[in-house]
């Protein structure tokens, strides 16, 4: 596995900048993980808190030890931990900033919208913070936290995440990741009561490179 950077670090909690395609937890075929990975390092066991769909990238926080992850247990049932996410996406949304509110069902590992409210409620906020000749470029705010929401939900308004061709994007990605990056996670410190934030830079290439203008404005 290539190397994955630790971008933030206590007795009780690391951050990860996770790159598409490694997985957050394993799966039945035995790949990999995160929990693997760095297993083989520290010699202990992890506990993934806020996990990605395998193409994504970007931060993932992990618990130390069952004490830590437990006293986690409200802030991520009640999605009390903040996450911004940037998402370069095929269209420009209809409106510049808006929230997409509805309900999310999963058949065969895809998240579909309701219209008869069926499955779970699902809220996500976005604002168009940046364009290159090709892409635009979108803060999303998700305030719960479903099966493919943020994939699923710009599908629905018509702005596919670029590679996502699940969800109707024109073409994969070379390496078959999506442009969807977590870049920040917000949360309060259950042992120290601090608030923390952890940043995690989106990957060095030419798209990201061209409109890091607009979203290292979003980190300062």
Same mark, same amino acid.
């Given at each position: ?65 069952? #004490?830590?992850?437990?006293?986690? &247990? ?5 999605? /009390?931990?903040?996450?911004?996410? !940037?998402? $370069? ?28 409210? #069926?499955?779970?409620?699902?809220? &996500? ?5 940046? /364009?290159?000749?090709?892409?635009? !470029?979108? $803060? ?34 070379k390496d ?34 061209a409109l ?9």
């Amino acid at each position: 596995m290539i190397e994955i950077p630790i971008i933030y670090q206590d007795d009780y909690f690391i951050a990860v900048n996770k790159p598409a395609g490694v997985l957050s937890q394993s799966d039945l075929d035995g790949n990999e993980s995160l929990i693997e990975y760095f297993f083989s390092i520290f010699k202990q066991k992890f506990h993934v808190l806020t996990r990605l769909d395998r193409p994504v990238s970007g931060c993932v926080l992990l618990a130390r030890t069952p #004490k830590s992850a437990g006293s986690m &247990t409200s802030q991520v049932a009640g999605h /009390k931990i903040e996450k911004d996410y !940037l998402a $370069l996406v095929e269209q420009t949304p209809e409106n510049p900033v808006g929230t997409i509110e509805n309900y999310l069902w999963k058949r065969k590992n895809k998240a579909y919208i309701s219209e008869s409210k #069926k499955g779970d409620p699902a809220i &996500t906020h976005y604002s168009l913070i940046g /364009k290159s000749d090709r892409y635009f !470029l979108l $803060l999303l705010k998700p305030e719960t936290g479903r099966f493919h929401q943020l994939r699923a939900h710009l599908a629905h308004i018509g702005c596919p995440i670029k590679g996502d061709v699940k969800y109707g994007a024109r073409r994969s990605n070379k390496d078959r990741s999506i442009d969807l990056h977590a870049y920040r996670l917000t949360f309060n410190h259950p042992f120290t009561q601090e608030r923390v934030e952890i940043i995690s830079m989106p990957k060095n290439d030419a798209i990201w490179n061209a409109l890091e203008p607009f979203w290292k404005l979003k980190l300062e």
